[in-house]
């Protein structure tokens, strides 16, 4: 892995390679918590997103943001390669170290989640590439005596027009470094794009296929120690005592040392690390936590959705409009806690030395990381370099710091390099957990079937006020609310309404946050109504949309792909949903059997309409709907994590399933054009799937499904 450099505004321009000068251009937007990734600097950083070009005519681009299988590295090139208009085939990426040219825009930190990689970079990254265009024109037009608006850019060259002279970026790297860069470069009209918007080959899949790619649990230093973390097995509870004399007699172990999260057994091998984490007797005081339990946090759950919360949304008067309905509907949804179960377990690789740490991590989050490794060693954060690797899937949960926190900890007390990895019964039943949460709803219906007033009580966990207390307000968690609060259904008396009800066990970001269960139950609850008011599924949907253009056309996109009211297959039905969720508008039909006597749930065929605005790169969004369907099916068919005697009881995919090959629905994806601007593409295809799959159940029962996973017994 290489490091790249970090540089200041006087340096930025010109930077030394092994083949001579280079060409660095960039542009900086600054960002809230700078003084949480290092001490002010005496000028402003200059860059953002960063691209460097070496005399030998190559191009790399420092990717700032992290991927994990979201295909970012791909994109954000194909946005810098639009504007610079270098040779594709001569493109290398490396991953930006942690610093705050590298801040991104939207979070005012380094960090990947939200889907804010495409968003936050669209502007910066193709402003860059077209300064840098301009530069290398200005450079070769002063070597031939002409004019710059005779010359123009093309596959790493620049051209001058009249006489079809050419010179390669390489040779204008040093001219064009002793240029100013352009404030306001010039942009490329959008109907002249060569690369952005058209369908391209991922540039990571070779190394991933040939096994080059450097993941986390790939990193191997000199002299490197593994360790294996044992932890208390309850939340919230600390390590009493424990006898490691059997463990320090297992071959290969060289420490047994105590943490903050408990005993490490460090040793030559992660093997031999494990072996000694069995050898351990310990003794734990599992706390407060030690008898909670599914059932006691679902009995707090029912106590306080009796109980008015904070007010989260409030249009009209919704009490009002229920007491005069002609018909009301009444339900309560319920949905667990989940756990991200990432392909590549949770690890980190530190090395700690009085003069500075390195850390070498599969994370989501630079900046906390350096934040991390700056607490725990007392160096300065410029003195903490975060190698960033690939990462075996993300999904949130490598935001979290408890991993790196880790291996900064050994390392410092082994005196040595250090990697940590996780088991997956580690990682089962220590994760950060998509919050459970119970949904009390009420509406009314006019005469004429159509909705008058909605009113609803969401009973959860809090990720915010852990992750980031400040942004709790007056008692709301806008990720506990979000794909409710902001419904676009015209129902003119709404109330949202949020009780935050902490339960002892650790919650954090997962697949697209509130929007995965709150998404669920909005489309749920409103298909409920549907049914009530003897409207079709869409139709209803449709009206109520009238005035949420975007919402409307993937709508209507997928339910005409889908054939809506056209026929099915004997024993076959369809459900629908749309959900808006990280400035992306995304609809899905569902084609499912029921079998209500096995209980089994059978999806055949999921048709997805997307409206993320202006695209990049339509394989990496097809994918990323491919791959977010199958992981909020999964979720709806199978996934629990529940609690007993204070602790998880899901231990490995075993008792944590996921969806099986066989069990695969065919997939189709249709994105709107649009020139809007970018939205997400990471997480908005999971919230509606889950409502698209349970509303085609209810067509087949008569059934809705109120509570997640699908049971054989709600079925029936």
């Known amino acids: 892995m290489t490091i790249a450099p970090v540089v200041n505004r006087r340096d930025f321009l010109k930077t030394g390679t092994a083949g001579g000068a280079a060409l660095v251009i960039g542009f ?5 918590f700078e003084a949480l990734a290092a001490e002010p600097p005496v000028e402003l950083p200059a860059l953002n997103a960063w691209v460097r070009i070496a005399p030998d005519d190559s191009v790399t681009l420092f990717i700032d943001k992290s991927e994990m299988g979201q295909g970012v590295v791909t994109s954000l090139a194909m946005l810098l390669a639009e504007e610079l208009e270098f040779d594709w085939k ?60 005779t010359c123009h850019a093309e596959n790493g060259v620049v051209v001058h027009t009249p006489t079809k002279k050419k010179l390669g970026y390489g040779a204008l790297v040093e001219e064009a470094a002793k240029l100013p860069v352009p404030a306001n470069p010039a942009l490329k009209d959008p109907k002249d794009y060569k690369y952005i918007g058209k369908p391209t080959k991922r540039l990571d899949t070779p190394s991933k296929v040939n096994g080059k790619a450097g993941f986390g649990i790939d990193v191997r230093l000199p002299n490197i120690q593994h360790a294996v973390v044992a932890r208390c097995p309850v939340f919230g509870g600390k390590l009493k005592s424990f006898d490691d004399s059997k463990a320090k007699g297992v071959r ?82 319920e949905v667990p806690f989940l756990a991200h179960a990432t392909m590549e377990p949770m690890n980190c690789a530190a090395d700690v030395r009085a003069d500075g740490c390195d850390i070498y991590a599969p994370t989501q989050f630079q900046t906390f990381v350096q934040v991390t490794g700056a607490k725990i060693t007392g160096l300065k954060p410029e003195q903490v370099r975060v190698h960033t690797t690939f990462l075996g899937g993300g999904f949130g949960r490598r935001a979290e710091q408890d991993f790196i926190a880790e291996a900064v900890e050994i390392s410092k007390a082994a005196g040595a390099p250090v990697q940590v990895t996780w088991s997956r019964e580690d990682d089962m039943q220590h994760d950060f957990y998509r919050p459970a949460a119970y949904t009390k709803l009420v509406a009314g219906l006019d005469a004429d079937g159509w909705p008058v007033a909605w009113k609803s009580r969401i009973v959860s ?77 869409f139709e209803f949907r449709r009206k109520l949309l009238a005035n949420a253009p975007r919402h409307r056309g993937v709508l209507e996109l997928a339910a005409e792909k889908a054939g809506w009211g056209k026929p099915l297959p004997a024993g076959r039905t369809r459900g629908i949903a749309v959900v808006e969720s990280f400035g992306s508008y995304v609809a899905e039909v569902a084609e499912v059997s029921v079998n209500r006597g096995s209980g089994e749930v059978r999806v055949h065929r999921v048709v997805c309409a997307i409206d ?12 990323q709907m491919e791959s977010a369907i199958v992981f909020g099916l999964t979720a709806a068919l199978k996934g629990q994590i529940t609690i007993e005697k204070g602790r998880v009881k899901q231990s490995n995919f075993h008792d944590y399933e996921m969806l099986r090959l066989n069990e695969m629905p065919k997939v189709e994806v249709h994105i709107v054009p649009s020139n809007e601007a970018p939205g997400g593409v990471g997480e908005p295809g999971t ?9 085609a159940i209810f067509a087949a029962t008569g059934k809705p499904i109120r509570r997640l996973p699908i049971r054989a017994e709600d079925l029936a």
């Open 612 to 623: 993320c605005g202006r695209t990049v790169n339509p394989e990496t969004i097809a994918a």
């Open 687 to 695: 919230p509606p799937i889950a409502p698209a799959v349970c509303n």
């Open 28 to 32: 900086y937007l600054p960002g809230k």
């Open 461 to 537: 966990p809090s990720i915010m006020s852990r992750f980031f207390p400040g942004s709790v307000k007056n008692g709301i968690d806008e990720t506990s609310v979000e794909g409710q609060a902001n419904s676009k259904y015209a129902i003119p008396n709404f109330l949202v309404e949020y009780a935050l009800t902490e339960t002892g066990v650790p919650v954090g970001f997962w697949r697209s946050v509130g929007n995965s269960h709150n998404g669920y139950i909005t489309e749920c609850f409103i298909e409920e109504l549907a049914r009530a008011g003897g409207k079709d599924s």
């Open 90 to 149: 001569k493109v290398k990426t490396e991953f930006a170290p942690a610093a705050p040219p590298y801040f991104n825009p939207l979070f005012g930190l380094q960090g990947t989640g939200g889907s804010t990689s495409v968003r936050a970079s669209w502007g910066p990254l193709t402003k860059a590439g077209a300064a840098g265009r301009e530069m290398l024109i200005a450079a070769a037009a002063k070597q031939w005596g002409v004019d710059a608006s």
């Open 252 to 333: 290969g172990v060289k420490h047994i040392l105590q943490i903050s999260s408990g005993v490490a057994v460090v040793a030559d091998n992660t093997w031999s690390a494990m072996e000694g984490r069995r050898a351990l007797q310990i003794g734990w005081d599992e706390g407060s936590n030690a008898a909670n339990s599914s059932d006691a946090i679902r009995k707090l759950y029912l106590a306080a959705a009796e109980k008015p919360g904070a007010i989260a949304r409030k249009d009209g008067d919704a009490e009002a409009a229920l007491a005069s309905a002609a018909k009301k509907i009444e339900a309560a949804y």
